[in-house]
């Protein structure tokens, strides 16, 4: 049975996620992401679970940097998950005494405009999780009113359900990842996809564009770009890279050997099956077979055949 490390504590959407990908495996609840990746790193978990990227809000920062920094982890499978929120307190509060507000800034910024109709002077303060903020609040004397989380977080920590569905939009998905310290690669299943982080060489007029190149040339589609900062000053910026297709694949392995060759690190986070099951339209010249006819016409002429 793997031990998988999450983001916790019990109750987190996170958890929820874990639950769904792998039934069987025994929890480890960690108090941030960080945390988690890292019990993966020391061996003290065989895997972990982690949220990457939403619908509306788009990457979770905190995962989209530690995946760039410390030992490297590979991303083994992905689930899509319809997250709903709940404004959760102790019970007898009423809406109008709600004035301090506590969740994951990932879910704050998908209920702002429940917060800033109905709470509109509430300050709003981000926690570690969202359960974290739900356990927060259960504690005589908190400081806060109401945590923003799962329905099950408030069951798990004794909180009462002021609202329901406060989510901004009602068909919000996250999408989470299952992690495993580098090994064995999933099988290419025909609709897969790659993540990968690449930091530049230097900064010239056209970098993007170049890195850009590498995948247009070869017909492998993006599905998520997200630039964060290396830390190393005002403009200074690695990328994050999400695309279809499997590093098996003719065309992904020579877009990302395109990019090894003009970057200065590319730090490969994975291949693996996509949770929506949508295959990628693949051009006929971008096919593995065009890649191989290719390669054997170009052993051809460099024997001296024309
Ligand atoms: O897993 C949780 O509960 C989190 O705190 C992270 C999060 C926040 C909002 C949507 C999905 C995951």
């Avoid at 972990?48 to 982890?73: C, K, R, Y």
């Avoid at 301090?100 to 704050?108: D, E, G, K, L, M």
């Avoid at 930091?199 to 998520?224: I, Q």
Wanted: net charge negative; hydrophobic share 40%.
């Amino acid at each position: 049975m793997p031990r998988l490390a999450y983001l916790g504590p019990e109750g987190t959407f996170t958890e929820e996620a874990l639950r769904l990908m792998e039934p069987g495996a025994e929890r480890l609840p960690c108090a941030t992401v960080g945390a988690a990746l890292n019990a993966v790193r020391s061996g003290e978990a065989d895997g972990a679970v982690v949220p990457l990227e939403n619908s509306l809000e788009g990457g979770i920062t905190t995962t989209l940097d530690e995946f760039a920094w410390g030992e490297p982890l590979l991303i083994t499978a992905e689930l899509l998950l319809p997250v709903r929120f709940s404004l959760l307190a102790r019970p007898d509060t009423e809406l109008v005494h709600i004035k301090r507000v506590y969740s994951h800034p990932a879910a704050i910024t998908q209920c702002r405009g429940f917060v800033n109709r109905e709470l509109p002077d509430a300050v709003v303060v981000s926690a570690p999780s969202t359960a974290a903020a739900a356990q927060e609040v259960s504690l005589p004397g908190s400081p806060y009113d109401a945590a923003i989380a799962a329905r099950i977080a408030g069951e798990h920590y004794g909180l009462v359900e002021i609202a329901a569905n406060i989510g901004d939009r009602t068909d919000t998905m996250t999408r989470f990842v299952r992690v495993s310290r580098p090994g064995a690669l999933p099988e290419p299943t025909g609709s897969d996809r790659t993540t990968l982080v690449v930091f530049l060489a230097d900064d010239h007029p056209g970098a993007l564009l170049e890195m850009l190149t590498e995948f247009s040339v070869r017909g492998v589609n993006l599905t998520r770009i997200e630039s964060r900062p290396t830390g190393d000053g005002i403009g200074r910026y690695f990328f994050h890279f999400d695309f279809e297709g499997h590093v098996a694949d003719a065309r992904v392995g020579e877009a990302i050997s395109g990019l090894h060759r003009i970057c200065g690190e590319v730090r490969f986070l994975g291949s693996y099956p996509r949770a929506d099951g949508v295959s990628p339209q693949i051009k006929p010249a971008t096919t593995d077979e065009a890649f191989a006819e290719a390669t054997d016409w170009l052993a051809h002429i460099r024997q001296g055949n024309s």
